[in-house]
């Protein structure tokens, strides 16, 4: 048997979003509730900690293991997941841009042009079919929905509201698109293999991702398109939660990190509503309740993954090249 070393899979800047997008969720908790200035600074802090490591882990990667990195890029699933890079570093960039708006402006503008480079060359290669149908999952999403989401709201963020719309658009119909895509090979096909299910967990990001893009590009009282965004990233969460047995079936491996967007967008977006609409009540009682479910989900989740690490279990192994 050729021998074999671990390597950084692309799937762990799963971790990277997560941990960045909860810092979002604590700015956006200080925003509405009185607390200590450092609690949402700690945890952006930590966001970019696991961002930066996971970033030159990969980077070193591609130094010493490209033979590997290159295999990642031909695998219809893993190539998708890649997206998460960018989609990362876009996320890097607003919440670094309170602290140091040049280096935030100077990583938005190569995240973006990474995520429209990596965007526009998966969905091209998705186009030219060949895909088996085991092969589509939730990560399809990621290329085309999640990269111009996210880019959307950071665009928003730095002042470029009509190239957000231009991202959100490019979003929203992209999920659209695909979202019955996923469906079909859901209900038509055999099920997942253990490994992939934890992967439906991107399932319910779009809607509160979109959803948060549609708030950084109005104002005011969230409106009858952003209740409804949010009205159906609660139902896709429940949903997710009742399937979470089903999910479980191969145990506990980091792809759960994909839970992790979706619901700290989830939470954040409830946040958002409680800060632009105090008088409605339903928003002043769900956003604390999402919002302490987000924690105990990212606390899970990096107990789990510490765990895993002290087992030396935590990084995958490949034939060496």
């Known amino acids: 048997m050729s021998p074999t070393h671990a390597h950084l899979p692309v799937s762990f800047f799963g971790m990277a979003v997560g941990s960045l997008a909860w810092g979002?969720?604590?700015?956006?908790?200080?925003?509405?509730?009185?607390?200590?200035?450092?609690?949402?600074?700690?945890?952006?802090?930590?966001?970019?900690?696991?961002w930066l490591v996971v970033l030159l882990a990969y980077a070193r990667k591609w130094l010493l293991q490209r033979v590997i990195a290159r295999q990642e890029m031909e695998h219809p699933v893993m190539s998708a997941m890649a997206a998460l890079g960018p989609v990362s570093s876009l996320l890097a960039a607003i919440t670094i841009k309170p602290w140091w708006p040049e280096l935030a402006w100077g990583l938005f503008v190569l995240a973006v042009a990474v995520q429209l480079a990596l965007g526009l060359w998966w969905v091209g290669r998705l186009w030219q079919g060949g895909r088996p149908p085991e092969s589509v999952n939730a990560s399809i999403y990621l290329p085309g929905v999640a990269q111009n989401l996210v880019a959307a709201t950071a665009a928003a963020s730095f002042g470029h509201a009509a190239l957000a719309a231009l991202f959100f658009g490019a979003g929203v119909f992209s999920w659209l698109a695909l979202d019955s895509l996923v469906l079909q090979r859901a209900a038509l096909q055999a099920p997942l293999?253990?490994?992939?299910?934890?992967?439906?967990?991107?399932?319910?990001?779009?809607?509160?991702?979109?959803?948060?893009?549609?708030?950084a590009l109005t104002s005011g009282p969230p409106d009858l398109l952003a209740q409804m965004l949010l009205g159906y990233g609660l139902y896709q969460g429940l949903v997710a939660a009742r399937m979470l047995r089903w999910t479980g079936q191969g145990g506990f491996a980091p792809t759960y990190w994909a839970f992790s967007f979706g619901v700290m967008a989830l939470a954040t977006m409830a946040l958002r509503f409680a800060q632009r609409a105090p008088g409605e009540a339903l928003w002043q009682v769900l956003a604390p309740i999402l919002f302490a479910l987000a924690n105990l989900v990212m606390v899970?989740?990096?107990?789990?993954t510490l765990g895993l690490a002290r087992q030396g279990r935590l990084l995958g192994a490949a034939p060496a090249s």
């Open 24 to 50: 979002h969720a604590w700015r956006a908790a200080a925003d509405i509730w009185a607390m200590p200035a450092w609690l949402p600074a700690l945890a952006a802090a930590l966001g970019l900690a696991v």
């Open 193 to 215: 293999p253990p490994a992939q299910r934890p992967l439906q967990g991107i399932q319910f990001a779009p809607p509160v991702v979109g959803g948060l893009s549609y708030l």
């Open 300 to 304: 899970l989740l990096a107990w789990r």
